[in-house]
């Protein structure tokens, strides 16, 4: 099941919400996922908190100019309070069984986080 899901090579996810607290919301189909009715019913790893942590960051990841922007379009007098004042923990995660979807929340600072690990790795391996 995993395995198809990080065999596809684009993931269509679509940005629902952000709210005033910096949770960003987001869905993708379970079809778009790989992941048959059969796996939701029979796997008890997609109801895990591992599921939601790795399938979430993976799926921010993979589509991470979306939700940069996001972040960049933060008003500057509240970005302070809003990104830096919050750290991300977890994922978020609801399975829509009957319509088929997964929806997935998280903090915005998560982006903030990916962005100073990117910029890490740079200057490590200069």
Do not use: W
Not at 83 to 90: E, I, L, S
């Amino acid at each position: 099941m995993l395995k198809n899901f990080l065999n596809i090579k684009k993931y269509n996810i679509h940005i629902e919400s952000v709210n005033d607290d910096g949770d960003v919301v987001f869905s993708t189909l379970q079809k778009d996922m790989g992941i048959s009715d059969e796996d939701v019913k029979n796997s008890t790893i997609i109801k895990s908190n591992f599921f939601a942590n790795f399938v979430g960051e993976f799926l921010v990841r993979a589509n991470f100019n979306k939700f940069l922007k996001i972040m960049l379009k933060t008003n500057p007098n509240e970005y302070r309070k809003l990104v830096c004042g919050f750290n991300h923990k977890n994922f978020g995660m609801l399975i829509g069984a009957k319509n088929k979807f997964f929806k997935f929340q998280f903090h915005i600072s998560l982006i903030q986080s990916i962005l100073t690990e990117d910029l890490n790795n740079i200057v490590s391996s200069k």
